[in-house]
């Protein structure tokens, strides 16, 4: 079991940065791949990011650029710079440990206009 916790969410004006974070706690050290996913109000849920335990990284082509995914330890990171009003979302730390997937519940990002 992998227990996932995210935090930093706020609010920001556009142009400006946030970073989140997600702690991984319990059996981290299976862990294959943590991803940083979103889903904006009416909208589907969407993948933004990915880091192995590797250390590759990935990127959806709206953030690439903006968004930087790091792993320290059993905390995931999500430095997210230049931030637009489209990127208000709920943002949801997810977990690859094998075969099984894990959320956390996820951290509000709102940015102005």
């Known amino acids: 079991q992998v227990q996932l916790v995210e935090s930093g969410g706020g609010l920001v004006q556009a142009g400006g940065s946030l970073r989140l974070s997600c702690a991984a706690s319990g059996s981290i050290f299976g862990i294959n791949v943590m991803n940083w996913y979103r889903q904006a109000p009416g909208k589907q849920r969407e993948w933004v990011a990915q880091?192995?335990?590797?250390?590759t990284t990935n990127y959806r082509d709206s953030v690439s650029g903006r968004f930087t995914i790091s792993r320290d330890k059993s905390t995931v990171h999500l430095q997210m710079n230049s931030l637009k009003p489209e990127d208000t979302a709920v943002y949801y730390c997810?977990?690859?440990?094998?075969?099984?997937?894990?959320w956390g519940k996820g951290t509000l990002v709102t940015v102005s206009s």
């Open positions: 880091i192995t335990s590797g250390g």
């Open positions: 997810h977990a690859i440990v094998r075969v099984d997937h894990y």
